[in-house]
């Protein structure tokens, strides 16, 4: 006999849905039959209730009917009893009595509507001031109290004062409230009039207080924001021709009609603070600002900004020093970087590292005097240390690193070979000083300076359109370096200090001389100033030139001027010392000219064979400023030069001597040989130091800011309204796209030649990877990768 299995079923989802369905129904019936059950037993018991209450009433009211109170009246001669009047009080009370038990045990009975809740005051007081309450919580609590807050005065005893005004209103209301010549409708005026209630309304006022800088901020109209754009768009603008100062008035052309108002509207009510001056730019920044910030808009940067800049720490910030050249090179991008290092890292204030250019030894024997080599950086580093503490009088505390470089022939200076940022570890990049800022970033192919560094300032050192002007085709050059100039500085530089205004006016650029003297050549000051005190002779020479034989350097202007005026300086002899690569064009000249002039090998301006001239004569016009001048000052010399922009610092000076022709020159040659020059006062020396030159260094590129965290890294400073946060900056845009376009054309080796770079110096070489110890560039920087 088969096993029989009935047949299977299978489950829809329709039948699934009924049978939970009527899963629910039962469920539901089963909850409501409960509650009926339960609300049935309550309507019981709440009969029953009621039904023992009213017998209860109705025994006490019969009780009280039946009984009799006797009160004895003593009279003078008889007693009598009397029906109280409790009595007739009973029984009128009972047929109200019976009335409300009927009333409320209708159906049809309903709850009268809710009242409006009162403050009952009697009971805030006795929550807060009842004496015997606080008498309670003292016995119960205060000596956990007192054990629990012993070391935290300021929670120990309640004594907050506004608790204790809070107190002291309310026993003033419960004062007031017992007075029976008080009337409530008095008593709510002298609350809601109260200085008390005055000062909570002012409370929330301030809690729930919409921002004043969002109300009443309009738009921004169609001529504000042709005016913001035409003067973003300022440096572009000048590349294609069109100068700032036309820019400028362009954008004052289109806001001259809301001039008066423009910032008035912007700010809040009542607030003229900020309207000071007629500077439209400024207004037209704060204007965009104001209304950005009253949409709520937060500006985090863009496309062409990069996020990777250092999160500075607590400690020490650091200071990145990068120059063209080095010692035993005796050039001013060599020298005064070196001092300020040295008088930067003085202060302890901040780590300084100073990176100078690594040459190869065959450029070294080209570049560096009397044949002096270096096998290595450590060895050329003492070198430097030796030099510098022996000029200053102190230790010097900072770090000395090198880069590789390349000596150009035809440029005469030094190009950096691959990327020189590079050389400064990630975890030191916080502030970059550029020396000749220019000169670093020609040919810079690598990591954007302001992106890798957190502040970049460069300082302009050389002339370089006065010196491409001499050569061939040299207006051409002059006009494309000019714009090429404009082009780096602005993409790589934050701000940009010129030594003089005899440079070419670049982006963000203020002038200020921050250079000082060696400290040897004050106290050569002070020892001849103390010499001649004691009336001694301490000049016995007389007139002298100094600096690098080429032509450029004032060499071509010296020659002209004594050729010109031989026979007004009859007997006039200048001594000349120098080298340089138009040393032998330049002596062959003066001779052929039969001018008295001797020519010396280069020597250091402080030798001792120099002590004795009185005069130094430089007519150079190519100079940004002369550090020789500012030496020969500080040595108590007389110092003829040209009335020109690059002297234009020492003019404060007395024994300065300024010509603006050539009969003039050989009239201040002839005052300062017939004639003793001045001694320095202590301001003029300390205007001469490194220690003014260093102040105002820190002053004019804001480093004093930046180091003491006045200047936050978004933009914003502790005081005012931060415009760079608040808005998008077109120029920022800018300076990036040019940025990434210099990039791009800097990696093209045929651009680079075609622009007058250095073969090899988008990488450096073999020979540099074994000096400084690096790896090869081809790993450093694989071809996959930018």
């Known amino acids: ?58 025994n006490f009211l019969n009780s009280a ?34 009335e409300i038990r009927r009333s409320y045990s209708s159906p049809d009975f309903k709850w009268a509507p809710r009242g409006k809740l009162k403050l009952d005051l009697s009971g805030i007081k006795n929550a807060v001031v009842a004496e015997g309450v606080e008498e309670e919580e003292d016995a119960r609590f205060g000596k956990w109290r007192r054990e629990r807050f012993k070391d935290e005065g300021q929670f120990g005893e309640l004594n907050w004062e506004p608790i204790k005004a809070f107190k002291d209103r309310l026993k003033e209301l419960e004062a007031e409230l017992k007075s ?23 409370s929330f006022k301030s809690i729930c207080k919409e921002p004043e800088e969002t109300k009443g901020v ?51 009510e009542g607030d003229s603070s900020l309207i000071k001056g007629d500077n439209m730019n400024d207004e037209l920044d704060l204007r965009i600002a104001s209304v950005l910030q009253s949409t709520g808009h937060h500006y985090e940067g863009g496309f062409w900004s990069d996020s990777t800049r250092q999160n500075v720490s607590n400690g ?3 200071v990145a020093i990068v120059t063209t050249a080095s010692l035993p090179w005796m050039t001013g991008t060599a020298v005064n970087p070196l001092f300020r290092a040295a008088y930067l890292a003085k202060s302890e204030k901040q780590n300084v590292t100073l990176l100078v250019p690594w040459l190869c030894e065959s450029d070294q024997e080209l570049v560096y005097p009397n ?77 954007r300076w302001t992106d890798k560094f957190n502040h970049v300032v460069g300082i302009v050192h050389t002339n370089y359109l006065e010196y491409i002007k001499r050569e061939k085709n040299g207006a051409l050059q002059a006009f494309l370096v000019k714009h090429v100039n404009n082009w780096v500085t602005r993409a790589y530089c934050d701000k940009v200090l010129r030594l003089s205004a005899a440079t070419q006016d670049l982006p963000r650029s203020v ?23 004691s009336g001694e002779q301490v000049f016995s020479k007389g007139a ?99 009335d020109h922009p690059s002297n234009e610092f020492f003019r404060a000076f007395p024994n300065c001597l300024t010509y603006s022709t050539s009969a003039d020159f050989v009239a201040k040659v002839k005052e300062a040989m017939s004639s003793e020059p001045q001694p320095l006062t202590p301001e003029e020396q300390y205007m001469l130091s490194w220690e003014a030159a260093t102040q105002r260094f820190m002053e004019y590129s804001d480093l004093d800011k930046v180091l003491t965290n006045e200047t936050r890294r978004d933009g914003k400073n502790k005081k005012g309204m931060g415009k760079s946060v608040s808005m998008p900056n077109l120029g920022g845009t800018v300076d990036g796209v040019l940025a990434f376009a210099h990039y791009c054309l800097t990696g093209n080796e045929f651009l680079r030649l075609c622009t007058g770079a250095t073969p090899g110096t988008r990488d450096y070489d073999k020979q540099h990877c074994k000096d400084l110890h690096l790896l090869p560039p081809q790993v450093e920087n694989p071809i996959y990768g930018w």
């Not at 005026?189 to 209630?197: A, L, T, Y």
């Not at 035409?230 to 009609?257: A, M, T």
């Not at 230790?395 to 150009?408: A, E, R, V």
Request: charged share 30%.
């Open 65 to 98: 009917s039946k009984s009799t109170f006797i009160v004895p009246t003593i009279t003078a001669t008889a007693t009598t009893t009397a029906a109280p009047a409790e009595i007739d009080f009973v029984k009128k009370l009972r047929p109200k009595l019976s």
């Open 511 to 533: 002038v200020c001389n921050v250079h000082g003297v060696n400290p040897k050549f004050l106290k050569i000051g002070e020892k001849v100033a103390a010499e001649r005190q």
């Open 371 to 447: 044949n002096l080599t270096f096998s290595s950086p450590e060895e050329q580093e003492l070198y430097i240390r030796n030099w510098l503490e022996e000029r200053v009088g102190f230790k010097t505390d900072f770090k000395i690193s090198f880069y590789p470089g390349k000596f150009s022939k035809e440029r005469r200076s030094i190009i950096p070979a691959g990327d020189t940022s590079q050389f400064i570890p990630s975890r030191d990049a916080d502030i970059a000083i550029l020396e000749e800022p220019e000169h670093l970033n020609w040919y810079h192919h690598g990591k």
């Open 544 to 642: 002298y030139f100094l600096g690098k034989m080429v032509w450029a350097k004032g060499y071509r202007e010296l020659i002209d001027l004594l050729a010109k005026h031989k026979s007004d300086l009859d007997g006039f002899n200048v001594d000349v010392f120098g080298n340089g690569e138009d040393a032998h064009e330049v002596q062959t000249t003066a001779r052929v000219l039969n001018l008295n002039v001797n020519f010396m090998k280069g020597r250091d301006h402080a030798d001792d064979s120099l002590h004795s001239y009185k005069v130094f004569i430089n007519p150079s016009i190519s100079d940004v400023l002369c550090t020789a001048t500012a030496e020969a000052l500080a040595m108590g010399k007389f110092v003829v030069c040209a």
């Open 180 to 202: 029976p010549s008080s009337s409530p409708v008095e008593i709510f005026k002298g609350i809601k009039n109260s200085e008390f209630v005055e000062k909570v309304k002012l």
């Open 1 to 58: 006999m088969r096993n029989f299995k009935p047949p299977e079923t299978k489950t829809t989802p329709s039948s699934t849905a009924e049978k939970a369905f009527s899963l629910i129904s039962k469920g539901w019936e089963e909850v409501r039959s409960s509650a009926d059950a339960d609300l049935q037993l309550i309507r019981n018991r709440a009969n029953s209730f009621k039904n023992l209450a009213d017998k209860e009433l109705e």
């Open 218 to 268: 309009p738009p921004l109209d169609v001529p504000e924001l042709l005016a913001y754009l035409v003067r973003q768009s300022s440096p572009f603008l000048d590349q294609i021709g069109i100068r700032r100062d036309i820019s400028d008035k362009i954008v004052e052309s289109l806001c001259s009609k809301r001039r008066n108002k423009l910032l008035l509207r912007a700010l809040p």
């Open 316 to 318: 020490k910030r650091h």
